[in-house]
């Protein structure tokens, strides 16, 4: 992955840059040391690692706007950093540029029930934000699996989906306003507690930007009450096909369960190994859970099993208590666990229509065995949102090199059925050079044209989402004018 | 209108290519028409979209349907009711409200990011868009997002351009998700409430399980009394178990039920369309705001009549004609738009100059000749 030569005129000035940081910030919010800068080499896409210049953990949207005026005056460029679990190198510094890290603005800052809203600073992680809601049972929605750990900053930036989001959508539908820091300082208030916008939708578009248009510093979330209750069921067929079918039937019934999940044969044979749920030995397994009052649920599980039995499952287990429930969802749970247990893995994250499952599963079946490495499926079938994972040896040369190849070629087979090459990780520097096969050149001029309307010099979250060569004019340009 | 674009067959353009050599071929402004239904017109040719017509995928398994710009919202509305679906944000008919004819396109609907009452609790328009392609004011065409639910490919033009008003560009086709059509539905009615309790009980509803998809309040109904309406809507069991417990929530008012469907479907279509405005004299104002806040908005406005839908969230104003609806709110967490008016006030409202100022920028770099709906948005 190549990324930009980092600017040298930055890097000699940097005792002068970290002076005027240190000028703003509290001393100890401003990490200048080498040896202390190597914690943001990297986020989850570990493969990938290059220290920043510096780092800088402002506490408020003042702060956040001085550090944004100094970088901007300075051309220096800056990566704004949540909780640095993306998986896409979503916040990879470049050695040229200044890490801007969320992580001390972490206040809840109004919580109203009557208006169903809570505002945030975007620090705070995913699953505090619920749990800041939940003694009077309340909930925010989006719930990508890293969770526990990842921050609001990073959900907005990336526009963050996962397992419930068929029924509650995704960051961008659960989003109502936001406090964003221009990169040249300014300070703008998008949305609020009221529905829609007065204007061009500039909220939904900064959702999903990457934070390349603006930092988030504070965030308006909708919050909604809990369901009376949730319950599972498992199925287990003997084909993709017929997996797949099932699927699609039960959302032509008019059913819209919160979740439905899929895993492939690699897939049980390996959570099953490592997490001993009890799972059938079968080609695919299903988990649909439905939400409601007993009575409800009953009704909905009924009509839900109904279809399911017509595609002559192997294997159909409904959940009769908590403990039940827990056990099916327990392997598709440790599902990244077994395979880190095993191998490295890489995680993909295409979107295909559901239609396609069947032949795309046989594909990525067929490019396994071309490429020698073994894959494994696990994904959000309700909403076509693959995760397959590419099990490989990081420490095997060259293994890396392949996998990456493999991936590749896994998400151009999404794009080429009508699907996307992201749906829920963002593009980051993972996907950024195949933004091509998605996209024709005027589509990605476009895109283009809205960072330099928020971001002239191009300093935010560099050599991120565009691939080098179509940025590279307007990144020269931008250096040269400096 | 109709006629005099007939005989300009160059701003009635059928393909896509057609219309963005229109769009690149134009020496003035052009004013972006699909039905024309929607009250907004501006200075310049009528590029009329009707002629990109036809769904072009619908696939209800995927809960999928893409179709040209142009299309009649019938139309779409046919083809999924004989799948048992829907669009889910539920588009207001702007022709009783306005006094226009014609018939809405989806394009109109996208363009104006428009939505019913069901946006309080499904979303809006914005939120089940899935794809777009368009024409941008140099006639170049360009397309982003796609047929899948979820996407998080590059920046989210779909969502700039839903809502934009044609100002960034001519949408040629959209995509959106789609949701299954209820088996039932059921709708709450409390009468006598003022607009403080009605929006107190809406956020109480809002606040349970029980899912609701729309909470109005009508402060003089028909039968001269203010009725409060809450509508569920899913299995039939599942809505005659929610209506019960809503009953026993509300246990101190009392709370009618209708269940027949076709007296739900008519409650809600006059909401949705705002009927009680209808033909009668003066300017109409929308207003977006915390639901919370309607009560004491609603004292600042002095309306002569008032609807309020979205739990309160939305209200529909009727004012003397002329009267600055905004002058009369002040300052307030919201925006308020003049959806049927006289007189030189913007349809919508100012913004703020470090929003205003990025709103050019994109209009700017998407319409650099400024010719897309002039006036209108940007």
Redesign the interface.
Known sequence: MQMPAPDSTVLTRKARIVERLLSVLPADAVIHDPAETRAYECDALTAYRCPPLAAVLPATTEEVAAVLRICHEEGVPVVPRGAGTSLAGGALPTADSVILGVARMNAVLET?????VIRVQTGRTNLSVTGAVEEN??FYAPDPSSQLACAIAGNIA??S?GAH??KY??T??NLLGVTMV?MDG?????G??????????????I???EGQLGVVTEATLRIL????GARPVLMGFDSNEVAGACV??I??????PVAIEFMDRPCIRATEDFAKAGYPDCEALLIVEVE??E??ID??LGLILQIARRHDPVELREAKDADEAARIWLGRKSAFGAMGNINDYMCLDG?????ELPYVLRRIGELSGEYGLEVANVF?AG???MHPLILFDANAPGQLEKCEALGAEILKLCVEV??????????GIE?RDL?VD???P???E??M??????DDKWLLNPAK?FPLAASEARRMSALAAE | MAIETMNKPGLAPETEAQLAEAVRDAKGPLCLQGGGTRGVTCDGDVLDTRGLSGITLY??????LAAQAGTPLDEIEAALRA??QRLPFEPMDPRGLLGTSGAPTIGGVVAG?V?GPR??QA??C??YMLGVRFV?GMG?????G???????????????M???WG??GALSEVSLKV?????AAACLLVDGLDVAQAV?LM?EA????YEITGAAHDPESAAGQPVTMLRIE??A??VA?RAS?LQAMFGLHEVRVESDPEAVADTWRRVRDVDKLHGRDGDVWRI?????DAPELALRLQAEAQLFD?AG??IWALLPAGTDARERLGAY???A?QVRGTGDLPM??P??A???A??R??K???DPRGILNPGI??
Not at chain 1, 112 to 116: Q, V
Not at chain 1, 225 to 228: A, D, T, Y
Not at chain 1, 251 to 256: C, D, E, Q, S, Y
Request: net charge negative; proline share 4%.
């Open positions: 109203d029930y009557d208006n169903r049972d309340f990336m526009n989906g989001c068929l959508g995704v961008t539908n221009q300014t300070v703008v208030e998008i609020g507690a009221h529905l829609d916008s007065g204007g061009l939708d500039l909220l939904g578009l959702c999903g930007s009450r809990k369901p009376e699609s039937d959302i032509k019934a008019g059913l819209l409601g009052s009575a409800e009704e909905q979107t295909i229509p559901v239609s959000h909403d076509g949102n009508g699907g996307c090459l992201t749906g829920e990780h963002g593009v996907k933004m998605q996209y024709a005027d589509d990605l476009a895109q044209a809205v960072k330099d309307v928020f989402v | 696939e209800p398994g995927a809960l999928t799948e048992g990011n939505s946006r309080l979303g809006a914005r939120d941008d170049t065409v360009i397309k982003n796609g047929r899948v639910m979820k996407n998080v490919t590059g920046y989210d033009l779909v969502k700039l839903t809502g934009s100002s960034l949701l299954p059509r209820p088996e107190q956020a809002m606040g349970s399980p899913g299995f069991q599942s178990y417990a977006s705001c915390k639901p919370s979205w969230g939305l967490d919201g925006y738009t919508f409202q913004q703020p470090a929003i205003a990025l709103s920028g994109l700017q770099r998407f948005l940007v």
